[in-house]
């Protein structure tokens, strides 16, 4: 039997689009790599790109649902950001947990979602958003005050309960730069008697 005649010639047709894929999927890693360790310049550059939507939708006055939606996304992500990976109410521990005393062993915090993770799906969903605002299939109207307090509610309520949940098992998502110790004042005997 033979094959379908053209066969060869439609897999000719895709071989320099997907060189072309494969190339432009390499380049994109590699410059993703460097960028890696400069997380304040990332930072950056994602306020940038945030601000540059937020412009967009203020001034065509619309695209409330995708910034509502994009609002929620990044919420799931912020918890994700803030959260332990093995979280000690859900997980049966496997020796690697959160110390809960002061007589624990220290162990680091390891988040659910890395910072280069949250920082590649925050960027991200600013542009998938951004792109989106050129359809005007994605501009329903909607009273855009009732979205924005919905979602302030949900806010509040989420880090109400992730903070809690901070309080309870002792844990600080945050660390800035390396921890200094310094020595004790023991007070000297002299001092005790004065």
């Known amino acids: 039997m033979e094959g ?52 967009r939708v203020y001034y065509l006055q619309g695209f409330y649902i995708i910034s509502y939606g994009l609002g929620i996304y ?26 809960t005393r002061g007589s624990d062993e220290f162990r680091p915090f390891i988040r659910r979602l890395p910072e280069f993770k949250f920082w590649y799906s925050f960027t991200k969903a600013f542009c998938v958003a951004f792109v989106m605002t050129f359809f005007s299939v994605f501009d329903v ?35 800035i730069g390396k921890q200094k110790y310094t020595e004790e004042v023991i007070p000297s005997s002299s001092s005790i008697e004065d």
């Open 4 to 55: 379908v005649p053209g066969d060869g010639d439609s897999a000719a047709a895709w071989l320099p689009l997907a060189k072309w894929k494969n190339d432009f999927s390499r380049a994109f890693q590699h410059y993703l790599d460097r960028s890696t360790p400069h997380s304040v310049g990332r930072w950056m550059g994602t306020l940038g790109v945030a601000l540059i939507y937020v412009l």
């Open 74 to 99: 990044v919420l799931n992500l912020l918890i994700g950001f803030l959260s332990p990976k093995v979280d000690p109410e859900l997980e049966v521990m496997d020796g690697a947990s959160l110390p």
């Open 141 to 175: 109207p909607v009273f855009w005050p009732i979205l924005l307090f919905y979602w302030i509610v949900l806010f509040v309520l989420t880090m109400k309960r992730q903070i809690l949940h901070m309080i309870k098992y002792r844990y600080i998502p945050f660390s």
